[in-house]
Nanobody, 124 residues
Framework: QAQLVESGGGLVQAGDSLRLSCAASGWTIGRYAMGWFRQAPGKEREFVAYIRWSGDIVSYAESVQGRFTISRDNAKNTMYLQMNSLKPEDTAVYYC?????????????????WGQGTQVTVSS
């Protein structure tokens, strides 16, 4: 079965760092743009970052610009999100997604495949 699986979430203090991973199995992500989204309790799912299939174009939400870095290793069939200087407002379930739109998109509805999510909790 084709799937995406996130890992690397956890409980950290403000200012700490985490690296999330999104591993694909049952298929290859090489020609898919990939994105990260997050959803906090009581809020809608929001865009975090995306990366073009070839890795040469990336985009970030203003709220994470300068703190988060998206990357991918197509040979390992994996995408990453390095999160630095974490803030309590970063607390959310983080989801990885893939889209047949190879350029990438900030819109959740453009994504065809989703992982199950991983919890990130940042305490003050």
């Amino acid at each position: 079965q084709a799937q995406l699986v996130e890992s690397g979430g956890g409980l950290v203090q403000a200012g700490d760092s985490l690296r999330l991973s999104c591993a694909a199995s049952g298929w290859t992500i090489g020609r898919y743009a990939m994105g990260w989204f997050r959803q906090a309790p009581g809020k809608e799912r929001e865009f975090v970052a995306y990366i073009r299939w070839s890795g040469d174009i990336v985009s970030y939400a203003e709220s994470v610009q300068g703190r988060f870095t998206i990357s991918r290793d197509n040979a390992k069939n994996t995408m990453y999100l390095q999160m630095n200087s974490l803030k309590p407002e970063d607390t959310a379930v983080y989801y990885c997604a893939a889209t047949s739109e190879s350029y990438g998109s900030r819109r959740a509805y453009d994504y065809n495949y989703w992982g199950q999510g991983t919890q990130v909790t940042v305490s003050s």
